[in-house]
């Protein structure tokens, strides 16, 4: 059974800051992982996708990172600002499935970003 | 971009009566979508996936015959939660699958609230 694991828990840091959220996974034998963010009592938006192929991917101040033989992604953010205050989760597919979008989550990164 | 979306955005319901939520996709078919709950402060947990023209898959745990999953068309999946329960208070989210390969969209979710 995969399991998804997001550290840290909760992150508060001040406006301009760069920051690392973690992501790791217990099967490496994932199609993807993908980032979304969460909005209080909304729903999910995607940020990013990474394919099992590729190392990273890079919108904007974002840049996510997959190293799957280890089971790690990491969400990086740079020059922080207090828009960027959201939850933000991984997710990848179950293990040993297609990729036909029964995703794991992990528990999310709730980040404050204070001015 | 994919675009999904999710009515209601909030419903409150008397205890025993049903409630139906409705998720379409507005630019794309989806053959499957995919009907997950989150609790306060948790993450989303999967409940079942919905194929169009076929019976739901629900994962284990879920009573299909609390949670009824009606996929009739290519862009419409409904949720009917029968005779509900404060149990079942609870923020139902749908998501599909984006045949263009970015991923998975989300729609805005249904905040259910039984008194």
């Known amino acids: 059974k995969q399991e998804v694991t997001q550290i840290p828990a909760a992150l508060s840091v001040p406006e301009g800051e760069n920051l690392v959220l973690n992501c790791s996974f217990t099967?490496?034998?994932?199609?993807?992982l993908q980032w979304f963010r969460q909005d209080p009592g909304k729903g999910l938006t995607s940020l990013l996708l990474?394919?099992?192929?590729?190392r990273e991917q890079t919108s904007g101040r974002l840049n996510a990172s997959l190293d799957k033989s280890s089971g790690r992604s990491t969400l990086y953010i740079a020059a922080s600002q207090p828009g960027d205050s959201a939850t933000y989760l991984c997710?990848?597919?179950?293990?040993?499935?297609?990729?036909?979008?029964?995703?794991?989550f992990g528990q999310g990164t709730i980040l404050t970003v204070h001015p | 971009g994919a675009v999904v979306s999710q009515h209601p955005s909030w419903v409150i319901c008397k205890s025993g009566t049903s409630v139906k939520i409705e998720c379409r996709s507005l630019?794309?078919?989806?053959?499957?979508m995919f009907w997950y709950r989150q609790f306060p402060k948790q993450s989303l947990m999967l409940m079942a996936t919905?194929?169009?023209?076929?019976?739901?898959?629900?994962e284990q745990g879920v009573e299909k015959d609390k949670f009824l999953i009606n996929h009739a068309s290519l862009t419409l999946s409904t949720l009917t939660v029968t005779s509900a329960h404060p149990e079942d208070s609870s923020f139902y989210i749908c998501?599909?699958?984006?045949?263009?390969?970015?991923?998975?969209?989300f729609g805005s979710g249904t905040r259910l609230t039984v008194v």
């Open positions: 630019d794309f078919q989806a053959t499957t």
């Open positions: 997710a990848v597919p179950y293990a040993g499935g297609t990729s036909y979008g029964k995703l794991t």
């Open positions: 990474i394919q099992s192929s590729q």
């Open positions: 919905s194929n169009e023209g076929s019976k739901a898959t629900y």
């Open positions: 998501s599909a699958r984006d045949l263009g390969g970015l991923g998975y969209t």
């Open positions: 099967d490496s034998a994932i199609y993807n």
